[in-house]
């Protein structure tokens, strides 16, 4: 019987799934083609990425629905589809996932710039309430809202999941390291102050994901811990910073090296620990082992968020 997730990391240290854009790609998504689509026209491939991370021991799973808002699928002529494909992405990972594990449904972000006004809030808002209602009504225990960059988009889709399903609500951004040696998204936004912005929004779980590996992902971490001791905080990093071999992003780490440093990143304040470019099901088979060989890991606060869910 699955507990919530936020009550499972007051007591352990939780595992993540991998990536999954670069094992659709190893798979034969080609360049062009709606990687979400697989989930109807070839659920049998996503499937086998779920259950590989499964099987390398992670105790959650993310769904291949990152670019399922109806803004992204619409390039694909795709968006009267946008609750099919959404429902099944979310089936294919709890198939995998079973009854034991956790399946928390991926939204990333939609494309268009609120800043400019392309979009209005509220467009974006009910933009990302179809996606999370379909991910919920596909059986997801979670949205991880991820690779973010802008705070007020991140907000809205945090409040979207939060006030239309029971799911629990993780929020991720991802950053970059600038001149000063500090880090921010691309949209300028600080750890320190994504951190504020998605608290406020109702997160229950914060974190940061992609655009670097574990070395850097710490020093991430110690930041959001400067401004938030307790709640939750997941990490997603990339098997390093990519090199380009011959026209191709290799990705350096290995899982041995990915590995080495989950002591450190744990001690810095991550509760769960996955993988996002590059990092394969062996990454995670290292880093569950890794996780397992820690002495009794620090434990956080319970976080008692006052936003109440609003149907």
């Given amino acids: ?77 795709l968006a009267k589809r946008t609750a099919e494909i959404n429902r099944a992405a979310v089936a294919i990972s709890r198939r995998a996932a079973g009854d034991d594990r956790w399946v928390i449904a991926s939204m990333g972000p939609t494309g268009k710039m609120l800043v400019t006004g392309e979009v209005t809030p509220e467009e974006m808002y009910d933009v990302f309430t179809e996606q999370a209602e379909a991910l919920a009504e596909g059986g997801a225990d979670g949205i991880c809202i991820e690779t973010m960059s802008d705070a007020e988009e991140a907000s809205l889709a945090i409040r979207a999941a939060r006030e239309n399903t029971e799911c629990e609500v993780i929020c991720t951004f991802t950053f970059e390291r600038v001149k000063d040696g500090s880090y921010k998204t691309m949209m300028g936004v600080s750890p320190e102050a994504a951190t504020r912005a998605a608290i406020e929004a109702g997160a229950q779980m914060i974190g940061a994901n992609c655009g670097n590996g574990f070395e850097r992902m710490i020093e991430i971490v110690r930041a959001i811990r400067t401004v938030e001791k307790n709640i939750p905080l997941l990490v997603h990093a990339n098997a390093g910073l990519p090199k380009n071999v011959n026209g191709v992003d290799c990705f350096p780490e290995t899982p041995e090296m990915m590995a080495s440093l989950v002591p450190e990143i744990v001690n810095a304040g991550a509760n769960i620990i996955g993988g996002c470019c590059g990092t394969t099901p062996a990454h995670i088979k290292a880093i569950r082992q890794a996780v397992d060989s820690l002495k009794t890991p620090p434990t956080r606060a319970k976080v008692v968020n006052p936003r109440m869910n609003a149907k």
Avoid at 12 to 19: E, F, K, P, Q, T
């Fill in 1 to 77: 019987m699955r507990t919530t997730i936020v009550d499972a990391v007051q007591s352990r240290i939780l595992v993540s799934d991998g990536a999954w854009g670069t094992f659709l790609q190893k798979k034969g998504l080609r360049p062009g083609e709606c990687p979400e689509l697989w989930c109807v026209d070839r659920p049998d491939d996503v499937y086998d990425i779920a259950k590989s991370y499964i099987d390398a021991g992670c105790d959650m799973v993310e769904t291949n629905s990152f670019g399922g808002t109806s803004y992204k699928l619409d390039h694909y002529g």
